[in-house]
């Protein structure tokens, strides 16, 4: 069993910075895929940011330039650092992780959700 716990989203006022925090623990061989999403009211989830073990990050078109995400493989863990926020920015942002367990192959993992608002 793999679960994944976030933390750090809030309240922030446009401008401001924000950094989530995932942690996966549990039965971990290999971790492939970190990456965080996020689904604003009435809208679709979608990708934000993605770290593949091996390859460089992807970002979203959106926060390009203003996100950062990082991962420390020893662990298990994925930052997403959030500067010049704006209020379009508001969601519910997702900890997603692709994982091999010891006992089951690649599966898909998500986080409960951290809300992330960005207002005057």
């Known amino acids: 069993q793999v679960q994944l716990v976030e933390s750090g989203g809030g309240l922030v006022q446009p401008g401001g910075s924000l950094r989530l925090s995932c942690a996966a623990s549990?039965?971990?061989?290999?971790?492939?895929?970190m990456a965080w999403y996020r689904q604003a009211p009435g809208k679709q989830r979608e990708l934000v940011a993605g770290?593949?073990?091996?390859?460089?990050?992807n970002y979203a078109d959106s926060i390009q330039g203003r996100f950062t995400i990082s991962r420390d493989n020893a662990k298990n863990t994925v930052l997403l650092q959030m500067d010049s926020l704006k209020p379009e920015d508001t969601a519910v942002y997702y900890c997603?992780?692709?994982?091999?367990?010891?006992?089951?192959?690649?599966?898909?993992?998500w986080g409960k959700g951290t809300l992330v608002t960005v207002s005057s």
């Open positions: 997603y992780a692709r994982i091999r367990s010891m006992a089951i192959s690649d599966m898909d993992y």
């Open positions: 549990g039965d971990i061989y290999y971790v492939d895929t």
């Open positions: 770290i593949t073990t091996g390859k460089s990050p």
